[in-house]
């Protein structure tokens, strides 16, 4: 699975991870709909460190499309807010 | 991993698929991809050059908010060695909010510094990307049937333009930025300029929206310390100085 954070690169996670990311946005999306932004902001940085302590950066002579894109990690709450809605970054 | 994805990365897929339309020939397709590749890098370049640009302009904002600080302390000095607290007082408030405004601009400009650095450092990476993409179109050429081409083309496109769309989103960002940055420093330039403090007897009469104003946000306790020290400071300058404010009630 491929993995982008706005603004800085992609990465490459296993599989595996797909799910935990995915329970991840979706309680983000929980979090943004009771505007619990502590809440979120938790679960935000947990998604971005799991993308780092798993993802492999993706070397810059590789081509390939992200299956995921993160918004930039100095987005505004109301920012970040705004992709996380519906199904979130990770359609269910 | 199908149906994953960002709402970004839809909108660039939407885009490349657009342009992979325009040519029914891989290869053509290939040599249009690249060249409008290099095309768009040169969008990529001058947006970053104009968030340089920007920062310059922000930093000289920054540097006459800094003189217009010492200008009001002067002012207030000034006018309370005349017996003039009301204007003294007013200075220092638009010290103050100068002041306030002062050091959160720098802190934002030196953030902007390491977001120009981080676009600087991802212009590099699509510059690479491109080149990747020049050399992998002409292995797709030689080693790929057309029906198979489509699908390697659709991918390194993608890459590519996915790299792209988020370097012009990240130099969006960064423009918008500085444009509200901009703004609010313009804002502060406009509060010492409408102050009229050149002419230091105009400020007597009646306040302005922009007094009132001053005097809501309060720069209130940080004003009657600075008045008092700078009193105190006159006062201790000689002895012959006239005590001011007092009222008089001694007298």
Do not use: C, H
Not at chain 2, 4 to 11: D, E, F, I
Not at chain 2, 189 to 218: C, V
């Amino acid at each position: 699975m491929i993995v982008r954070i706005s603004g800085e690169g992609q990465y490459r996670l296993p599989d595996t991870d797909a799910d935990r990311l995915n329970e991840l946005d979706n309680r983000a999306v929980a979090a943004v709909e009771v505007g619990d932004e502590t809440g979120f902001g938790d679960l935000w940085a947990q998604m971005l460190a799991l993308v780092e302590a798993d993802g492999e950066a993706i070397g810059d002579d590789e081509l390939v499309p992200s299956d995921v894109i993160l918004p930039p990690r100095d987005s505004s709450f109301a920012e970040a807010a705004a992709e996380f809605t519906g199904e979130g970054l990770i359609p269910d | 991993m199908a149906g994953l994805g960002g709402r970004m990365s839809t909108v660039v897929k939407a885009k490349i698929s657009k342009l992979l339309d325009r040519a029914e020939d891989p290869a053509e397709t290939l040599d249009y991809g690249y060249q409008k590749q290099v095309e768009l890098l040169q969008n990529v370049k001058k947006g970053i050059a104009d968030v340089t640009t920007s920062k310059k302009r922000l930093q000289m904002q920054s540097q006459k908010i800094e003189q217009s600080v010492v200008k009001l302390d002067t002012q207030a000095r000034q006018a309370l060695s005349q017996g003039r607290e009301d204007l003294a007082r007013a200075a220092l408030e638009r010290k103050t909010v100068a002041q306030t405004e002062l050091q959160s601009l720098d802190t934002q400009i030196e953030q902007l510094a390491s977001q120009q650095e981080q676009l600087t450092a991802n212009e590099k990476k699509l510059r690479a990307k491109i080149e990747a993409f020049r050399t992998k179109k002409e292995v797709i050429k030689a080693q790929y049937s057309a029906a198979e081409a489509q699908v390697k083309i659709s991918e390194a496109a993608n890459g590519v333009g996915e790299e792209m769309a988020d370097l012009g989103l990240a130099i969006q960002r960064a423009e918008d930025k500085t444009e509200e940055m901009r703004a609010r420093a313009g804002a502060v330039e406009e509060l010492e300029a409408a102050g009229t403090f050149d002419d230091l007897s105009q400020l007597g009469e009646g306040q302005d929206d922009i007094d009132r104003e001053l005097a809501q946000l309060g720069a209130g306790a940080q004003v009657d310390d600075e008045l008092a020290a700078m009193k105190a400071e006159l006062g201790s300058g000689g002895s012959d100085s006239p005590q001011i404010g007092d009222g008089g009630e001694s007298k």
